[in-house]
Nanobody, 115 residues
Framework: QVQLAESGGGLVQPGASLRLSCAASTSAFTFYTWAWYRQAPGSQRDFVAGITIDTRPTYADSVKGRFTISRDNTKNIIYLQMNDLKPDDTAVYYC?????????WGQGTQVTVSS
């Protein structure tokens, strides 16, 4: 069973940056495509960004040009660099496989953007 552990969230002001990390406990990390998802209060969990085995990224329109997803296959970690954060980015951020979610969800990491 793959275990996921997200970290790096926090409370920041609009325009600030954060880098999220997701550690995945699987020896098959390299063979998965991975993604970040987020869930705002009262909303469904939405796709944010995905990265293929050969590191090709895909982004939701709302984060294009501001967020960058990357992966480190030597450490089994997926990153999400978030720049120019906006209040609408406030949510709990999760990672999982993509496009099909195959792992149990981790605890997520809270990102709050507020002045």
């Amino acid at each position: 069973q793959v275990q996921l552990a997200e970290s790096g969230g926090g409370l920041v002001q609009p325009g600030a940056s954060l880098r999220l990390s997701c550690a995945a406990s699987t020896s098959a990390f390299t063979f998965y495509t991975w993604a970040w998802y987020r869930q705002a209060p009262g909303s469904q969990r939405d796709f944010v960004a995905g990265i293929t085995i050969d590191t090709r990224p895909t982004y939701a329109d709302s984060v294009k040009g501001r967020f960058t997803i990357s992966r480190d296959n030597t450490k089994n970690i997926i990153y999400l660099q978030m720049n120019d954060l906006k209040p609408d980015d406030t949510a709990v951020y999760y990672c999982n496989t993509w496009p099909t979610v195959t792992a149990s969800w981790g605890q997520g990491t809270q990102v709050t953007v507020s002045s």
